[in-house]
């Protein structure tokens, strides 16, 4: 579909670009109003023409034309939100806020429009139904599946309220979001007493003065932004220091938050998240559906809200035992060999850890760290996906919205370049915390039979470099920033190696929630073998690579406190999905959310929860990422990555190698291309030939007994 564009639009970037890249550093607030209202103007009337009697009941008369303008729109909303994301204004900011209701209004309009579905359901009983793709039946499959959970059976009478509830809850969603970056972003604690750094190390001391700069304070700044904050609560020897940064943290977003130096303390979630609750509670009901969390499984993997409690129960009774002797070792540990007077403390945890982890396995995360440059890590990580997957990485030169961002071609075996992503490395103000893979496009067969690649964004959020005497030292990453690389990447592969033509299950579309994680968490398995480190490592100083004797001593520490890491997840996770099946929200009060979290974390967690501790308040992967009632989908995904990663380590027996090129073929064919085009459970019994077993998922996490 061309689209005619009118004069004073021509020079807009979020209409000029088409389907081809925009150039993110020209786009402006000002540009977003009329860009999107005139996609919405486009997008509505093609729903018109889609509805009309005279427009036939096919694939190409119906679905196709419909994708095109309900792609537009979102191609080009993407670009606001992802530049939200990653360079966020107060002037981006509201122009978003101003438009997130109509965008919200129009999407929930289409899944609500009876005309619409009827024209569906007749292409889904038609006999050319029988003639589309496997890909193209799967689209209309879920597309009649997304209307009913949309609500168009339900009455005129109900439709506006329901409505009503998806912009309330796009809304909600945005403040929650805004509340935890500007809480992050608001403090700043200053340290221009040099005994106070003992015991942190130089980039993170290079660092906090490189903020301080910024800052324009004198000494050293450390803030929220993880970077900034683990270090301190990883090394400092200066308790009282840990102490603040730890409150200050847990406290985000919460009605205990520390006074900010703009006065304001506006930014608690305590409310939010009781509202988004109940909306989401009176959804599903709406709906048919007894509460949220049996909504959220509609179009998922797992049957029912019962074997969801029972998965994450079952995984908790398993890693308990194992928690528990990670959390007396540790106890035990802090009172004869550190002489900590009292009891340990929450702020006392990760530096405890560190040292007992030091003094077991002899090596510290911050030695570790200097062998990990990101640029040979990249290097590393692309060798594996060459290696494995028969393509080949190669810099572009992609219009970017920040100097740090880095953009990439693949190529097949060709020499044919199938697919386009972003890199954007770096922790920075005005960027979400955290780490992500989104669409920034995705694969579609078009009419005219050309393919629009695909392209990714891969978002972190890793210390910046710093200068040390004056001097830009190379970026370095820690290993765990290794694994969170390669997990982006996993979705990324996944978005970007899909074969489908049809862009409602191309890529990770149409993906099952709780299996969209298999191929992110596939790929930190890698992160683990001496043949990929041994190739991606390089002694920030020296050049050396990591010595065989470090990674076996890294090796041996793989699973240290993997038993409290696990619990961790599982708290988090049940208390999300208890908040969406069991909870009363429509008659809760208060901090009724709090006291959920506090109650799951007595009856599963080891460590005693702080009293101070409100990291509910600022939990966006259920309150403004997409994960409400989905979070466990981390832990069922890790099931089968990890069994899927198993397929490698039995070829490996017999080449040599995990980076056995042959599996990485079935890999690639049986996950990776077809997308969303069948169902995941289908797409893994055809890469593994049977069920998944959690048997690798024990095995890897050292949760099995002796």
Known sequence: MTISIPSHLLNNPLITFGRGIPTYAEVKPEH???????????????????????????????????????????????VISHL???????????????????????????????????????????????????????????????????????????????????????????VFSDHVLDATDGFVHVITNQAELIGLPDDAIAAAADTAQLKNVKGWAFTLHFPSYYPVMQYSETRALRELMYQAYVTRASELAPQFTNGKLEWDNTENMLVQLRLRDEEARMLGFKNYAALSIAPKMANTVTEVDQFLGDIAQKSKPFAQKDWDELQEFAKTELKLQDALQPWDIPYCSEKLKQARYSFSENELKQYFPLPKVLEGLFGVIQTLFGVKI?????????????????????????????????????????AWMDDARGRREL?????????????????????????????????????????????????????VGALGVSGINGVEWDAVELPSQFMENFCWEWEVLEKMTAHAQTGKPLPKALFEKMLAAKNFQNGLGTLRQIVMSLTDWRLHSTFDAENAQGKAVLEVSRKIAAEFNIIPQPEISRWINSFSHIFAGGYAAGYYSYKWAEVLSADAYSAFEEAAKLSGSVLDSDTGKRYRQEILEVGGSRPAAESFKAFRGREPSIDALLRHGGLVSN
Not at 34 to 42: D, Y
Not at 49 to 77: I, K, Q, Y
Not at 413 to 430: K, M, N
Not at 482 to 489: G, K, R
């Open 32 to 78: 977003i109003d009329p860009a999107i209202s005139f996609l919405l103007t486009q997008a509505e009337s093609a729903v018109q023409n889609a509805t009309a009697s005279s427009t036939a009941c096919t694939w190409n008369a119906l679905a196709e034309p419909l994708e095109d303008a309900t792609e537009s729109l979102g191609r080009s909303w993407g």
């Open 84 to 174: 939200k994301g990653v360079a966020d204004t107060p002037e981006l900011r509201s122009a978003y806020g101003v438009m997130l209701p109509q965008v919200t209004a129009f999407f929930s309009s289409l899944s609500q429009n009876l005309a619409l579905y009827e024209k569906f359901k007749v292409l889904n009983m038609s006999a050319q139904f029988s003639e589309l793709t496997m890909a193209q039946k799967k689209v209309i499959e879920n597309s009649l599946r997304d209307f009913r959970l949309g609500g168009a059976e339900l009455s005129e009478e109900e439709k506006p309220r329901f409505s009503q509830i998806q912009d309330e809850q796009a809304n909600l969603g945005k």
């Open 447 to 499: 009419a005219n039979g050309e393919i629009q690649i695909p392209v990714a964004y891969l978002v972190c959020n890793f210390a910046p470099p710093v200068k040390v005497d004056g001097q830009l030292r190379q970026p370095t990453i820690t290993h765990d920033d290794v694994i969170t690389l390669f997990h982006e990447s996993g979705h990324g592969l996944h978005h970007l190696l899909t074969q």
């Open 394 to 434: 190669n810099q572009a030169d992609l219009p970017t919205w920040h100097a740090d961002v880095q953009s990439f071609s693949v190529s097949n075996e060709d020499g044919e370049i199938v697919a386009y992503f972003y890199l954007d490395p770096y922790a920075r103000p005005g960027k979400r915390s955290g």
